[in-house]
Structures are given as C-alpha cells and as structure tokens.
C-alpha cells in the first residue's frame, strides 16, 4: 500500500534539496498557506491517487518540454487525468515541434529530479523556462503539486501560485486550452 503520511501546515523537519528548502522559505516569505503530506516515493500519476484523497484536491501533471534545438524550455502544467499530445500542444503554441526535456536537464534547470518537476523550479530556472497552464488548471480552487521531490506533496490556492508565487519569481504565465 502506497504510504501518505497526515496532514502538516509546517515545512519538514529537514530538507532533502536545495529547491525543497526555497519552497518552504517562499511559501512563508509570502504568505502563502499549505498543507503537505510525506509520502512513498511517486512518480507517475497513479501514485497521486493516495495523496489526492489525503489532501482533498487534484494533482497537476508537469512537464518538462523543450523545442526541437534544446533552446527553449517549457514547464506545462495541466490536470492529472489528462492525456498529453505533444503536437497539439506545439500547436497551440505555435512550436514547430516540442519533446520531452532530457533527464539531464532536470537536475541542472529545475533544480529536481524527474518525478518532481514542479511551478517552484521557477525559484531556480532564472527565467529560461516559460510557465504555461491548461486552462483547467486555472480553473480548480486548489493547487496540487510536488515540493521538489519525490516524497512531499502539497495543497496550495490556484489563486496564490498565479497571483503571489509567479509574479515574485518574475516568470509570466500562458493559458491554453488542451
């Protein structure tokens, strides 16, 4: 059975990563509520099932894509459930074509590893990666995402990572439709 620890409204007792740490310091620094869960490790979507009945809310799906030359860099965050299409997703936006980042990258641009790609490597990236949003998303009243492992999962405001936590990192976001 997949292990989701009870609900904490306090950073860790001690930090896996440098990111993990960033998150805990950010989210306080502004004010930004949460509750998170110590879990098994996960890595795919099934292994949320668990944590989103803990925490009462939807996971996001992130991704880490990158066009064709490996020169521009795109964090898609979209609802858990959802299949992803690489050429819908060039299309929408206006890409000749889009793949999936290389593992390598993941440690080096998002500060994680992959299973934990998450909106807080916008505290690491320096802006090289564009944050783009299926509109569902935006939708939801709750936001369920990685803390930068693969072990500790939290709930925040949709509302505060689009209106607090993004605006501090100086990253813009795009909206689409999938």
């Known amino acids: 059975m997949f292990y989701v620890s009870e609900i904490y409204t306090?950073?860790?007792?001690?930090?896996?990563n440098e990111l993990q740490e960033r998150v805990y310091k950010t989210l306080k620094e502004l004010d930004i509520h949460f509750e998170r869960v110590d879990t098994d490790e996960a890595i795919t979507m099934e292994d949320c099932i668990e944590i989103n009945n803990r925490l009462n809310m939807k996971m996001v799906k992130t991704l880490f894509l990158c066009n064709r030359q490996k020169t521009d860099?795109?964090?898609f965050i979209t609802t858990g459930e959802k299949k992803f299409d690489l050429k819908k997703f060039s299309q929408k936006m206006d890409i000749a074509r889009v793949s999936f980042a290389p593992t390598e990258l993941f440690e080096e641009m998002l500060g994680t590893k992959i299973g934990a790609a998450t909106v807080y490597s916008a505290l690491v990236d320096n802006n090289k990666i564009q944050i783009v949003f299926d509109k569902d998303v935006i939708k939801e009243e709750f936001y369920g995402c990685s803390d930068g492992t693969t072990t500790g999962y939290m709930k925040v405001k949709t509302e505060d990572i689009i209106n607090k936590f993004l605006p501090y990192t100086k990253h813009s976001k795009?909206?689409?439709?999938m």
């Open 10 to 16: 306090k950073e860790p007792k001690k930090f896996q």
């Open 174 to 177: 795009k909206i689409i439709e």
């Open 73 to 75: 860099f795109y964090l």
